[in-house]
Structures are given as structure tokens and as C-alpha cells.
């Protein structure tokens, strides 16, 4: 009885402890999924706070200014523009000693001297071999006819009516030359010694140095031509003068156009060293019964005041028009006072900030240029 007793309490109770089995576990299951939602929320949470610093971060933040670096070479100026200056060649002369039977000169290595003569009559002339537009010249004596009509009877191939210096240069040059025509003149001091070397004439007639630009064949050229014309009586026979003019001492020096200012030093100094030799000055001891100790020579400083007596503005304008067809630009060199012909544009090569070189003025193109500048 008791036994059936304890049983049934048995069994009364068994499901009761089954019931509570599976609602601890159900329990323990809630609390497990609670604590995994809970830890889901963290993380997104902090996600989404990260995610608004940075892009608060980002939108306050701002691109800091780059420096170069501590061992950067410093900034340097663009480099000066490279150019060469070299001299003219009127500039760098080497000078050699020409003698000859009648006379001794000083010329520029390289040139040419060609003479004809003796004392009774004699021309000389020294030439560049690359130009024949650039020389000196000088001829002893000519004659002119005082009657053109009487030319061919006494031999001569010129004729004056006037006796003039520069009617004498225009005749001679008037059938070489596209045109020659003078522009000014000059009286030289030496006329003693020119009337010396002709004790039988009368005297000077006329003595002058005249500056002449001129033209052959297309080129032009200009030059100062020197010459004394003495007097002589007329000799009429039948109504027909056969006398005629002597003319003595003629220098000439020439030069291309716009050059002769360059090249006057060197000119000057080739006729100035000019001398007869002994052998020369007997020879005409004897022809004219004088010896002379000294001999004629070209009055320079007359030469020069011919030059600078020319027309400047004319030369000023030609000196222009010569740089604009080569594309030069006159400068001058404020540290050595020389003035150069430069390439067109060399001024704007280089600067404004320079002080050695400057522009010419106007006055300036007549006194010529040393040498080039080139790039």
C-alpha cells in the first residue's frame, strides 16, 4: 500500500520537473541571443561614430603648403646671352716694309704696290687684293690740254678749260666711273713744297683736297683726292693754244661707302711713310738741277678736314640705310669708348639692367665702328 503509494507521488511529480527543465534552457538560449543583439548594437554603433569623425576630419582638414626641401639649389636667372666681339680689320693691321729702285713705303702685310717709272715721271698705287675699291694712290705729275680741240695734236687725253682742282679729278674720273662728284674741299698747308718740286712753273694755280663719293660699276666707293695745278703761260700759234696745265702732287685714297672713316688711319699712315731712295733723287738732281733734301707729301691734316667737312647728315643717313640692309645696330662700348657694328636685336638679348653697351646717337654714325659683335 505504501509502495503504491510512493508510486503514484512519483509520477505525479516527474512531469512537473520536465517543465522546469525546458524553461532554463529556454531561458539560457534568450539570454545568449539578448547578449549577441547587445554586442551587434556596439559595434555598428561605433561604426557609424568612426565613419563621422572621418568625414568631419576630412571636411575640416586642409592640404598643407609644400616646401622644397631644406637642400634645394636656389633660383638662378636665365643665362646671359653668348656673344663674340671681334675687331675690324682696319683695326688689327700688321704692318711689313715694301722698297723698291724709287722709293721705300710701309703697307699692310698682304697688299699689292704696283709702280710704273722713273724720275722724269712715275705713278705708284697700294691696293687690297680683296677689294678693289680700298687704296692709295699717287701719281708725280699729269698734263691737261688748255684747248680741248689740241688733245689728240699734243698727246694728251684730258683737257681743262678753268685749271681747278676738282676739274681736273672730275675729267680723269669721268670715263670710269658710273658718277663722281665732289663734295667739298679743303686748301692744304703745303703749297712750298709742291711750288719747290717745280721751280720752272710759276706757281700754284690751284691746291685742294676734295672729298668725292663716286660709283663704279654699281658699287660705290668714296675717297679724297689731292692735286696742285700750276700756272703755266698759253702759247698761241695760228689762234690754237697749244699749251697746257701741269698738274703735280696728286694723292688719292678711297674707300666701299660709309668706310673710309675706318680706313683713313690706315691710308694715311701707308702715304705718309712714302720716300724716294737716293738712287731716285739723283736721277732728278739731274733732270731738273735741284736736289731736294725733302719731298712733297700729303698735307693729312688738310686730308681730314676734307673728310669732316663733308656732308654729315647725308653720311648719317648711309650709314643707317647700310646697317638696316645688313641688319646691324650701332653700339657703343661705355667702358672702352668704341663703337661696333652688333647683330640687329643684340641690345634686347641683353637687357635693360647692363651698363657696358648703349645706343649710338646720330652724330656718332659718322665716326665709324672698331669691329663686329656677333651671337
Not at 159 to 175: C, D, H, I, K, R
Not at 242 to 249: E, G, H, Q
Request: glycine share 6%; net charge negative; aromatic share 12%.
Amino acid at each position: 500500500m505504501k509502495r503504491s503509494l510512493a508510486i503514484l507521488i512519483a509520477c505525479m511529480l516527474f512531469p512537473l520537473c520536465t517543465g522546469c527543465g525546458e524553461s532554463a534552457e529556454s531561458a539560457g538560449i534568450q539570454l545568449e541571443s539578448g547578449s549577441t543583439e547587445m554586442q551587434e548594437s556596439e559595434t555598428a554603433a561605433e561604426s557609424t561614430e568612426k565613419s563621422a569623425e572621418i568625414s568631419a576630419a576630412a571636411e575640416d582638414s586642409t592640404i598643407p603648403e609644400t616646401e622644397p626641401p631644406v637642400n634645394a639649389p636656389p633660383e638662378t636667372e636665365p643665362p646671359a646671352p653668348e656673344y663674340t666681339v671681334r675687331p675690324a680689320e682696319w683695326e688689327d693691321v700688321q704692318w711689313t716694309q715694301y722698297e723698291c729702285l724709287n722709293f721705300t713705303l710701309t703697307i699692310p702685310e698682304g697688299w699689292e704696290v704696283q709702280w710704273q717709272g722713273d724720275a722724269e715721271y712715275m705713278t705708284w698705287q697700294v691696293k687690297s687684293p680683296d677689294n678693289s675699291m680700298l687704296g692709295v694712290s699717287n701719281t708725280d705729275h699729269a698734263y691737261a690740254a688748255k684747248d680741248a680741240s689740241m688733245m689728240q695734236t699734243l698727246g694728251m687725253n684730258l683737257s681743262m678749260n678753268n685749271g681747278t682742282v676738282q676739274e681736273f679729278f672730275e675729267a680723269l674720273y669721268a670715263p670710269s666711273t658710273d658718277y663722281y662728284t665732289i663734295l667739298n674741299t679743303a686748301v692744304p698747308a703745303n703749297a712750298e713744297e709742291v711750288a719747290a718740286m717745280n721751280p720752272s712753273m710759276h706757281g700754284i694755280r690751284d691746291y685742294r683736297s676734295c672729298y668725292a663719293i663716286f660709283a663704279e660699276n654699281g658699287i660705290e666707293g668714296e675717297g679724297i683726292y689731292q692735286a696742285a695745278v700750276m700756272d703755266n703761260q698759253d702759247i698761241f700759234i695760228r689762234g690754237q693754244n697749244y699749251a697746257s696745265w701741269y698738274i703735280n702732287a696728286i694723292f688719292t685714297e678711297y674707300a666701299p661707302r660709309g668706310e673710309l672713316v675706318n680706313w683713313m688711319p690706315v691710308l694715311n699712315t701707308i702715304i705718309n711713310s712714302f720716300r724716294y731712295t737716293d738712287y731716285y733723287l739723283q736721277q732728278k738732281l739731274y733732270l731738273i738741277g735741284v736736289y731736294l733734301n725733302s719731298i712733297p707729301s700729303t698735307d693729312t691734316d688738310s686730308v681730314v678736314e676734307a673728310f669732316e667737312e663733308r656732308m654729315t647728315e647725308d653720311e648719317i643717313i648711309q650709314a643707317k640705310r647700310s646697317d638696316m640692309i645688313g641688319e646691324y645696330e650701332r653700339v657703343y662700348d661705355n667702358e672702352t669708348g668704341n663703337i661696333y657694328r652688333a647683330y640687329d636685336g643684340f641690345l634686347d638679348d641683353i637687357g635693360s639692367d647692363q651698363t657696358r653697351y648703349s645706343a649710338i646717337t646720330d652724330s656718332q654714325y659718322a665716326e665709324g665702328y672698331v669691329g663686329w659683335i656677333d651671337k
